[in-house]
């Protein structure tokens, strides 16, 4: 299935037999482990795959942050955990949300890490130095790429909402994903949660291009202005992460079960709206 | 010395101690490498040891770029060079280029990899995502944060070069980085060596700011251009970074001493022009 159909073929998969949005982001961090899981060698890879296991019927996608794996030396349980994903839950695609960017020659490496060494679907790319920094991702056409456009931090706004020329530069940077950098059908968009009227207007530029909205649950994004900004003509087009909310719902040995009640609750409350 | 040293000092001693600006991008491509070094289990460490071997009196400072370390799952060898390059020639600041940019909460777990995992002396950042992506790599108030301004690539221009109320977009983050951003004096900026007027147009800017320049050899830079163009008022304040055209000067036995002489040679060349 994978070798024929691209990213966005699956996603869209996704989102009609899971009746779902949610996209489940992976930021594993140790200290906030439940006891019995601490101090194991691979205790990042069995975190992970616990709450990948107890949630995948939830999710359309999964979102695993490389800086988690990366700052503890866990590049291995990474690649294990993705590995796992595409073995147990081939339906549910895995976007690596590492940021890369970077000029073609070495954006080719970043793609082989991406693509080859990790086998996601897709990865997101900052769009700063622009479409030659973006084109080597595309050489695999099988997957995506999906770019920072209005990323939900406070800071976001300093950069993305300068005006250029009669619109802001998130603006510019939607316009360009949804028209002559999109000559391939495989980009998306990120687009912060915190932002709906912003959600809307991306919508507004890029018809129905997948978003990857960060910033529900501990960032503090409103769930049904997101849906609404955010739905496609189809009422999907969203992959809406939550990420702590789910991860950490829970202390105890059940931890899981306490991540899958959150996705559930956040999967519904989601539907609500579309 | 390193704890209680600023990057920022490091690198002034640097360039006084080697009389040198040039900074030596290490972006090791096996494909590339002399055939005895070809298949070794550690030849992407062995290749690198070598040439900065070769080229530490020379150099103000090493760049390795870590997306020809990753693609290979030698992240084991990266973090080998550094503390080679930390153990044998102290002396020369350890630039990690990762262009990295996220989230608060995230860019803190890129700070723990670049700073502690790899003991970079600093590490290159993406400013699209603003202020609160940058503050977390300053808690570590001995090293650096060089944020991207104006890169070296055809796309740099894409976003960079547009205008801002008035002013181009790399100028804004200029501003930005020389000023507010600035609060701790650990920021420096990457200015492609590709546009000389844009180097003076940073620089004037910028005050004394240390500039990352790359772009001149394979990428086709000008040296006389740049020097005259970014030099500081006490004639330095440039890490000007050739990569390739050092790395794969030699294809035999004795590539070291090859890199060492284009090392030497772009140097010199750096310096008539101070």
Redesign the interface.
């Known amino acids: 299935m994978h070798t024929t159909s691209t990213f966005i073929d699956r996603l869209n998969a996704a989102w009609t037999t899971r009746n779902s949005l949610l996209c489940v982001g992976l930021?594993p961090d140790p200290a906030k482990f439940p006891a019995h899981l601490s101090g194991g060698p691979d205790a990042i890879f069995e975190f992970c795959k616990a709450i990948v296991d107890a949630t995948a019927d939830l999710a359309c996608a999964f979102k695993p942050?490389i800086?988690?794996f990366?700052?503890r030396?866990a590049?291995d349980q990474l690649e294990a955990l993705i590995a796992h994903i595409r073995e147990r839950h081939p339906e549910v695609p895995v976007i690596l949300d590492a940021?890369?960017?970077?000029?073609?020659?070495?954006?080719e490496?970043?793609a082989?890490?991406a693509f080859?060494?990790y086998r996601a679907d897709a990865v997101t790319v900052?769009?700063?130095?622009?479409?030659?920094?973006?084109e080597p991702y595309l050489a695999w056409s099988d997957r995506g790429v999906i770019l920072?456009c209005r990323?939900?931090?406070?800071?976001?706004?300093?950069?993305?909402f300068?005006?250029?020329?009669g619109e802001r530069?998130f603006e510019?940077?939607a316009r360009?994903a949804a028209g002559e950098w999109n000559h391939t059908g495989q980009l998306a968009l990120v687009v912060g949660a915190t932002f709906p009227a912003e959600i809307a207007r991306v919508r507004e530029l890029t018809g129905d291009m997948p978003l990857l909205v960060p910033g529900i649950g501990a960032q503090g994004g409103d769930v049904e202005a997101t849906v609404k900004a955010g739905r496609s003509s189809a009422g999907s087009g969203l992959m809406i992460n939550s990420s702590r909310a789910i991860l950490y719902a829970g202390k105890g040995e059940d931890f899981a079960q306490a991540a899958r009640a959150v996705a559930l609750a956040t999967r519904d409350a989601i539907n609500r709206y579309r």
């Open positions: 930021d942050q800086a988690y990366a700052a030396r590049e940021k890369r960017g970077d000029i073609g020659s070495t954006a490496q970043y082989v890490e080859e060494r900052n769009p700063y130095m622009g479409r030659d920094s973006i920072l990323t939900s931090n406070p800071g976001g706004s300093d950069l993305q300068l005006d250029v020329g530069l510019r940077v360009l």
